[in-house]
């Protein structure tokens, strides 16, 4: 099923098909929590040539706890975070999921970074939960070799 979301403005868009979903995670890290001025980012993991961006994003760099550099991305004109990726693996992306149109059909694997979780926003118990991030590279290598 095709998913389509956008940032507030609309000048960005962005569509894929439900099933090239490879899984999604709450992030509670600082820099989420800052990027998104919330207690967590929510990401959809998506190989990019299964992505279809219109609309130019803007991408902000910093380093993340593996050592791995994180580009978050958003629309210069709301501001609206919308995607963002590791520059070390950039042919996986992270759609955020509150930019989706319709985000009811989402199945939230698993908390990253559970201990820089704030009390009001505490990780969900239903679910898997890391205190930090559950080798992101080794998770996305085997999405890889299972593309
Ligand atoms: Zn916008
Ligand atoms: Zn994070």
Same mark, same amino acid.
Request: aromatic share 10%.
């Given at each position: ?20 979903? +490879? ?10 929590? &800052? ?7 929510? +990401?959809?993991?998506? !190989? ?21 550099? $994180? &580009? &978050? ?6 501001? =609206?975070? $919308? ?8 042919? $996986? ?6 930019? %989706? ?15 820089? =979780? =704030?009390?009001?926003?505490? !990780? ?9 991030? !559950?080798? %992101?590279? =080794? ?7 299972? %593309?």
């Amino acid at each position: 099923m095709k998913q389509s979301g956008r940032c507030q403005c609309g000048k960005i868009n962005y569509n894929f098909n439900q099933e090239d979903v +490879i899984s999604a995670h709450h992030c509670h890290c600082k820099d989420c929590q &800052r990027a998104t001025g919330s207690g967590k980012a929510t +990401i959809i993991y998506i !190989p990019n040539k299964k992505l279809n961006v219109d609309g130019e994003i803007k991408f902000f760099e910093s380093k993340g706890s593996m050592g791995s550099t $994180i &580009r &978050r991305g958003f629309c210069e004109n709301c501001g =609206s975070g $919308i995607i963002s990726y590791a520059k070390e693996m950039p042919m $996986i992306k992270f759609v955020k999921a509150g930019t %989706l149109d319709d985000s009811s059909w989402l199945n939230v694997e698993s908390s990253f970074f559970a201990k820089a =979780s =704030s009390d009001w926003n505490k !990780p969900d118990e239903n679910i898997k939960s890391f205190q930090g991030n !559950p080798d %992101l590279f =080794s998770t996305i290598k085997n999405a890889i070799k299972s %593309l």
